[in-house]
């Protein structure tokens, strides 16, 4: 009785892992490393099916950027905001198939003065799980 319990219990377990998209790597990329002085960034944003199997990930249609400020004066150090995409009705999750890259361009307009360093990282929500990419740092001109 205990171990169809346990088989059952893995299997239940394996699939949240899968659905999670602990398999998926989402990488975002500048177009370059500097921020321009009208505070507008390019980002291309790569998700990445890395198994070899089908997985549902969150649509890359709504997205999140959070970025914190460093000062180069050390005033307002750290100083976190928030901005990004927010749809009234949630676009449905998607597939990607094995070893799929997806790709993506957002736009991100950053508030950051001469010399402030600034680093952001985005998230993708979905109806099951959500996507974290990692964390990118550009300097202001």
């Not at 390019?42 to 249609?61: G, Q």
Request: aromatic letters at 2%.
């Amino acid at each position: 009785m205990r171990t169809p319990l346990i088989v059952g219990c893995f299997f239940l377990i394996a699939g949240v892992a899968k659905i999670s998209g602990q398999n998926v790597r989402v990488v975002i990329a500048p177009r370059s490393h500097t921020i321009p002085t009208s505070g507008k960034v390019v980002l291309d944003v790569r998700c990445i099916n890395e198994t070899n199997h089908s997985l549902t990930i969150p649509s890359l249609d709504e997205y999140e950027v959070l970025s914190s400020v460093h000062c180069r004066t050390g005033q307002n150090e750290g100083e976190a905001t928030s901005q990004g995409l927010i749809l009234d009705h949630p676009a449905p999750d998607r597939q990607i198939e094995p070893h799929q890259v997806i790709r993506k361009q957002i736009s991100v307009k950053l508030d950051a003065k001469p010399g402030d360093v600034v680093e952001l990282r985005c998230e993708f929500p979905g109806q099951k799980a959500k996507l974290k990419s990692n964390a990118i740092v550009l300097r202001r001109k």
